[in-house]
């Protein structure tokens, strides 16, 4: 049984550029949330998608956007990067939108 | 404001010597709090899930109890392979964001 994956595993980017994130679900998980998660701190909640649309968000700003697919796979995008977007992003997976959360192994991106 | 506060930040034991993590919550109707485990570099691993106070859950040396203040890990003669950091989160019934606490980094020396 597949767990959550996400890709790609370490990204180096250079300040304003553009990133993008992926995520595949557990199998039989139809819901995506995203997190940041800085270090030494708790993750932090960005979005949830379900049915292929965002449901709920946290306090991000719009330069955060994401995408879910109709097989449940997401992406989350960020535009004009900052220093302090550096962090640990975690995607996690649930049945349905109240479910239980299953995290990915995350995507560690580092902004110059 | 929904909050979790998790204490003590860090906590050092000596294999075999059992001791408890605190999580603290504020949280406009409980849905449910969970307990993650997590390694350095690694993404959170699920532990347990309470929905309601007077809940315990065993896994192994570990387990979790919940009021309607707080939740409490206790962690019975602990080994050095249960070293990671331990996240509390809740969730409100309102929505399916897990709000973490920062987290108690747990070391047990041999």
């Known amino acids: 049984d597949a767990g959550v994956t996400q890709s790609p595993t370490h990204l180096i980017k250079t300040r304003g550029q553009q990133v993008t994130l992926r995520c595949s679900p557990k199998s039989g998980h139809d819901t995506v949330s995203w997190y940041q998660q800085a270090l030494g701190q708790g993750p932090q909640f960005i979005f949830q998608?379900?049915?292929?649309?965002?449901?709920q968000r946290g306090n991000f700003p719009d330069r955060f956007s994401g995408h879910q697919f109709p097989n449940y796979s997401s992406e989350l995008n960020v535009n004009a990067l900052l220093l302090g977007d550096s962090a640990l992003y975690l995607c996690a997976s649930s049945s349905g939108l109240a479910g239980e959360q299953y995290f990915g192994p995350g995507t560690r991106l580092t902004v110059t | 404001e929904d909050q979790v506060t998790q204490s003590p930040e860090a906590l050092r034991l000596q294999e075999g010597e059992s001791s408890s993590l605190n999580c603290s919550y504020t949280v406009s109707g409980l849905r449910g709090l969970f307990w993650y485990r997590q390694d350095p570099g690694k993404g959170p691993e699920f532990l347990f899930t309470?929905?309601?106070a007077g809940e315990e859950k065993e896994k192994e040396r570990l387990k979790a109890t919940l009021t309607k203040k707080e939740s409490f890990l206790h962690i019975t003669a602990p080994k050095p392979e249960d070293s990671a950091t331990y996240l509390c989160a809740v969730q409100a019934r309102s929505g399916g964001k897990l709000i973490f606490g920062q987290g108690t980094e747990l070391s047990v020396k041999p």
């Open positions: 309470l929905y309601s």
């Open positions: 998608y379900y049915e292929e649309e965002e449901r």
